[in-house]
């Protein structure tokens, strides 16, 4: 199984960058997938979530109305549109993949990681 983020990058006070999330060696239409992030010295939080479906979306509350979480299942593909970003957003972003019967917020019930992504956000 792999998980390849991509996307991150240097970015601006109130700009916008998408990162995405190429899935393989998994049936990636049966797995709710997740972003998470961590900044440097701090632990690991969960961003958003998506279910299997695509049909139910979950937030963090530090990125709901900015950040928007969807899924392209023909393209084994997640993605996460962050916009009007601020510096307390520069972190490494990670995808996981979670089988479990519900969407979660927590890192220990996603069964596969990715590689990560680091965003900076410039004042």
């Known amino acids: 199984v792999q998980l390849q983020a991509s996307g991150g990058g240097l970015v601006q006070v109130g700009g916008s960058l998408r990162l995405s999330c190429a899935a393989s060696g998994l049936p990636f239409s049966t797995y709710h997938m997740g972003w998470f992030r961590q900044a440097p010295g701090k632990n690991r939080e969960f961003v958003a979530g998506?279910?299997?479906?695509?049909?139910?979306?979950d937030y963090a509350d530090s990125v709901k109305g900015r950040f928007t979480i969807s899924r392209d299942n023909a393209k084994n593909t997640v993605y996460l549109q962050l916009n009007s970003v601020t510096p307390a957003d520069t972190a490494v972003y990670h995808c996981?993949?979670?089988?479990?019967?519900?969407?979660?917020?927590?890192?220990?019930?996603?069964?596969?990681w990715g590689q990560g992504t680091l965003v900076t956000v410039s004042s």
């Open positions: 998506i279910n299997h479906e695509g049909g139910n979306t």
């Open positions: 996981a993949a979670d089988s479990g019967f519900r969407l979660s917020a927590v890192d220990k019930f996603y069964d596969y």
